[in-house]
């Protein structure tokens, strides 16, 4: 985690799991110690995004960025000018949670400018258990089209196949073959392999990618 | 077909095509509108028809028409934009059509809030629009049930040309799980031959009406359609059922607060506390039935709602004051915690096991 870049940016379809894996990052970094910015730039969705944890992450010392309009209920495209706080200042480890698919990587591309080659990592979310990410077709075809719109580029891939709290490792096993796919045909590498703790302990330890547990805040103790 | 993960709205539209819908028409409004998205975006490849209309009155009546042509036809909306389609609603019940709306119902009254709500239980089943008609009301606890209602309701639909309402809340709209498309049981269902496909000659022209000049018809319109409320009563009802026989405190609750009433219940067991639960499937017709199987000395009866206390007028008709009832419900958004009905379930018990 050390090794990736100061910015990283989190990008992939719509429901991949880009919030669980952003927050879940965000925390482990505040628990080495580090000064962390989570940016929530989702504008797409309007339920289950990273500045609903708010009040937790700001417990543990992240500083979380999201609307400059107050209220949870709000439906408006607000994105807060303190986005830019982590981009520029360098004390600052910035964690970007970007809104689903190619509409919601449009917001970032209004600060390409921040994005020099080499001085941020941007991780490509994959769930290949989502219906339009099944094959290495589709799940290219939104890498780029992400890619076009970020103006950025995809410098690794996280593979977070997932059927929620009923994860097997099966499921990740599958979805880590078609990363292996979509990062041969991309010469992208294999960053993280994300699951739930649970899985995370199964799992052979010789895979491509760095096994990455997490907890799931974004569910509720009532939801699967 | 294996397991995928689906966002609730994604889920419905994928259900609706999967059940022979290829028309939708509909005005976008959150928490609902990544439905109207997918269909524009699915329906063109199964050769169908999305078209976003210039406001909610004008797609309920581009239904109407659908409908009236014997097509399977679905809208959607979220609670404000249900409530200006009140009279094509009325509109399409009158002339006795069939169709799927689906209501993912935001936090009200008014404009409201985008987040989840329960608060349109009174506007589906006792009837936002004029006169004397009913909606088959369908209520999913989860996106897998939801996928199967879909399913299950255009056939409802057609076999009592009737308009079918599923009911949801933001949660269930907004919420990603693991979904399953089964093969569905089909229904023998009648042919269409009201529809106004054109005579081509060889037959009197079908005609598509909610208006009567004698009040004689129109009595006789409204008998026949009592007539069929009463056989959806007979055949419909859906309810799942846990525990109630042997209950000290029965929980009833439909959708997503069943299942935080279902977490609940099982955290209470582990304290000793018998807990059941009455989860009504169809709002109409109301399970008033399964209320009668509930355990004679129960301390009393909970529902809980996100709104103000809707259900709690049915669940005191099913009950007959035979136990005492109570209520506990969140609004504004705001969706109930598991401790917080434990805590109510504990009061109703009084302090004793």
Known sequence: MLNDKRIRIIIGHYGSGKTEFSVNYAVKLASLGKKVALVDLDIVNLYFRSREKADILEEMGIKVIASSVKGAAVDIPAISSQVLVPLQDKSYEGIIDVGGDPVGARTLGMYYQHFLPGEYDMFFVLNANRPETQTVEKAMEYLRKIEDMARAKVTGIINNTHMLKSTTVDDVLRGQVLAEELSEKTNIPIRYISTIERVAKELPRDLNGEIFPMNLYMREEWMV | ?353
């Open chain 2, 1 to 353: 077909m294996a397991k995928v993960l689906m966002k609730g709205n994604e889920a419905i539209g994928a259900a609706a095509i999967k059940a022979g819908c290829k028309y939708f028409f509909g005005y976008p409004i959150t928490p609902q509108s990544e439905l109207p998205e997918y269909m524009a975006r699915e329906l063109p490849k199964v050769g169908g028809v999305f078209l976003q209309a210039e406001s909610e009155i004008a797609a309920i009546n581009m239904v109407y028409g659908a409908a009236g042509a014997g097509v399977r036809v679905m809208t959607s909306s979220s609670s404000p934009g249900i409530s200006l389609k009140q009279e094509g609603i009325s509109y399409i019940a009158g002339a006795e059509l069939p169709c799927v709306i689906v209501n993912i119902m935001r936090g009200g009254p008014g404009l409201g809030s985008i987040q989840p709500s329960q608060t349109d239980y009174f506007q589906a089943t006792r009837g936002g629009g004029n006169g004397d008609y009913r909606l088959v009301v369908l209520a999913p606890a989860n996106v897998q049930e939801l996928v199967d209602l879909i399913i299950e309701g255009f056939d409802i639909a057609d076999q009592y040309r009737n308009p079918v309402m599923i009911l949801g809340d933001g949660m269930i709209g907004q919420m990603m799980e693991p979904v399953e498309f089964r093969e569905p049981k089909r229904r023998d269902l009648p042919e269409k031959d009201w529809a106004t496909t054109g005579t081509q000659g060889k037959r009197k022209p079908n005609i598509i009406n909610s208006l009567y000049l004698q009040p004689e018809e129109l009595e006789e319109h409204n008998k026949r359609l009592q007539a069929k409320y009463k056989a959806i009563m007979e055949n419909e009802v859906k309810v799942e059922s846990y525990n109630i026989e042997d209950a000290d405190v029965v929980i009833a609750a439909y959708g997503t607060t069943s299942r935080i009433a279902r977490t609940a219940i099982s955290q209470l067991e582990e304290e000793g506390y018998k807990v059941g639960l009455i989860r009504p499937i169809t709002l109409w017709p109301y399970p008033y039935d399964e209320f009668e199987k509930i355990n004679p000395n129960c301390k009393g009866i909970l529902t809980v709602e996100m709104n103000t206390g809707q259900m709690l007028d049915d669940v005191k008709i099913a009950v007959k004051g035979k136990h005492p009832v109570y209520f506990y419900g969140r609004t504004g958004g705001m969706v109930p915690t598991p401790n917080e009905i434990i805590e109510k379930v504990k009061e109703i018990y009084g302090g004793e096991k």
